[in-house]
């Protein structure tokens, strides 16, 4: 029990972190809970065929025709990849509750 006296004097001791006061800076956004924010100006997030993401290092680099081309194939490719992806995921999931099954089966043969 003495241990559990210290960890409680320890939480007691230290003190609460707080946020800091708004900066009123109107460049910075802010967002209520709910609401979203647009970063249109970093670029598409690509999907990886792996899952992974990533942004185009060199966006704010790109013409604004660049960019629509850019943004049309990027959403093009990712929706396919997203699908890709989804269809492999529930293929695994089959599999699993197949060995699943299996491995009940088994068990109650023994």
């Known amino acids: 029990m003495a241990s559990n006296d210290k960890a409680e004097k320890t939480e007691e001791e230290e003190p609460i972190l707080q946020l800091p006061e ?3 800076d109107s460049s910075i956004p802010s967002i209520k809970l709910g609401d979203s924010i647009k970063f249109d100006a970093m670029g598409p997030v690509i999907i990886n065929s792996d899952g992974s993401t ?3 290092a060199n966006w704010d680099k790109m013409t604004e025709h660049e960019q629509q081309v850019a943004w ?3 959403a ?3 929706e396919e990849r997203r699908q890709a992806l989804l ?3 529930q293929q695994q999931q089959q599999q699993q509750q197949q060995q ?3 491995q009940a089966m088994n068990d109650k043969k023994e």
Do not use: L, V
């Open 22 to 24: 708004a900066s009123g």
């Open 54 to 56: 990533r942004q185009i």
């Open 72 to 74: 049309r194939r990027i």
């Open 76 to 78: 093009k490719r990712n």
């Open 87 to 89: 269809e492999q995921q």
């Open 100 to 102: 699943q099954q299996e």
